[in-house]
């Protein structure tokens, strides 16, 4: 069954997070088996917490297992580390 990381995100530093963490993440995840269906910037919060004009990812994964193989990987604990005081973001996991 299918599952998807629904990211949000509030970018302190673009040309930071754009150079290292954005392309690091999306390179490793793709070796993990993961598809990007969305990346937007500039989100409006309409009802809820959410990060106002901040951005959004949605990542699709065969499975709930596959995802947090990657997630739990410790190629993704060095790659996240990329984001560290330039990023704030929130990840849940949904399968369906």
Do not use: C
Not at 3 to 31: C, N
């Amino acid at each position: 069954m299918p599952a998807w990381f629904i990211i949000t995100t509030k970018v302190h530093d673009r040309a930071a997070f754009m150079e290292g963490y954005s392309p690091a993440v999306a390179q490793l995840a793709q070796q993990h088996g993961a598809r990007y269906l969305l990346r937007g910037r500039q989100g409006r919060v309409l009802e809820g917490d959410g990060y106002e004009g901040g951005g959004a990812v949605v990542m699709e994964w065969p499975d709930a297992e596959t995802a947090m193989a990657f997630w739990n990987s410790p190629e993704y604990a060095e790659v996240k580390k990329l984001r560290d005081g330039i990023a704030d973001v929130s990840v849940t996991l949904v399968e369906g």
